[in-house]
């Protein structure tokens, strides 16, 4: 509520891949997105680390899928769509991806995994953006290619309910430039789901009156969102443990290491791991010595 967002988003009992979908469980029998019994509630815009840890999914491997969605649920396939009345008339007359969406039986896969290496790559461009020239010029030599004698970036980026990612081309530019380009062109396609609505309820003033909220129609919509704000605000560094080394959201200046997933207890795994490196390396030493 404090960041004008009151969602919560639901997490099945458990998740399964069937037939190229993950499908929520419950009490053992697959079930309707949001459907069922058995669901926890939680609210993603008070996840910073929801964009890193979908990242961790752009791997396409079926187990880091799962370990996301058991986690913090499906992106929501069925939900992609703002304007049903829209969607509907376009199936309508032409037909397309929009009937197969109302009847998924959960996200699919590859789906799944395209917004995963969209969210890597919107996050490997915004942290080389805070670490100087050479890494973001690092960072778009691996999109670029020789076309007909001529550098032209290309890249692929996911775009809400679409199942398939978009190819995407432009011509090469000062890396700052395109990275930024980039960036905005991708979070832009993906920030068009969360609409605005007013709450009547009691004020500071102890009347009733207005309050604006906002309103995401999936866990997608947050995801892109944390990422929009951490573009805007410079909040993406990279993670200080050395086996790691990802791009993540840090939201305060004393964070240096990716924070701890969604009911993970204890500090960072990624800084547990580091300080018990250090330890060991320390203890090497003085057998040296």
């Known amino acids: 509520m404090q960041r004008s967002f009151a969602t919560l988003w639901g997490v099945a009992q458990d998740y399964r891949v069937v037939d190229g979908h993950v499908c929520p469980v419950v009490g053992g029998e697959l079930v309707r997105p949001g459907g069922g019994v058995g669901h926890g509630l939680y609210p993603p815009m008070a996840r910073p680390e929801l964009p890193r840890e979908l990242a961790r999914a752009a791997t396409g491997d079926e187990a880091d899928v799962l370990e996301f969605v058991r986690r913090y649920g499906l992106l929501g396939y069925t939900e992609a769509w703002r304007f049903e009345e829209l969607a509907g008339m376009i199936t309508l007359y032409r037909g397309g991806e929009q009937a197969k969406q109302a009847k998924a039986p959960g996200d699919p896969l590859a789906w799944l995994v395209a917004h995963a290496r969209t969210l890597k790559l919107v996050l490997d461009l915004l942290g080389s953006l805070g670490e100087g020239e050479a890494a973001v010029r690092e960072q778009i030599d691996r999109l670029t290619v020789l076309d007909d004698g001529r550098e032209t970036i290309f890249y692929s980026a996911a775009t809400r309910g679409y199942l398939r990612p978009s190819r995407n081309e432009r011509r090469s530019g000062e890396p700052r430039d395109v990275a930024l380009w980039i960036v905005a062109h991708t979070l832009n396609k993906n920030l068009t789901g969360v ?75 990624c800084m547990n791991r580091a300080k018990q490196r250090k330890h060991r390396e320390k203890r090497k030493k003085k057998k040296r010595t």
């Open 195 to 269: 609409s605005r609505f007013l709450q009547v309820e009691h004020q500071e003033d102890g009347r009733r009156g207005f309050t604006s909220l906002f309103t995401p129609r999936n866990l997608a919509d947050c995801v892109y969102w944390h990422l929009a704000d951490s573009a805007a605000g410079g909040w993406v560094r990279r993670c200080a443990d050395t086996r790691c080394g990802a791009f993540f959201v840090a939201k305060d200046e004393r964070v240096k290491y990716c924070p701890p997933p969604m009911g993970h207890e204890g500090v960072s795994p």
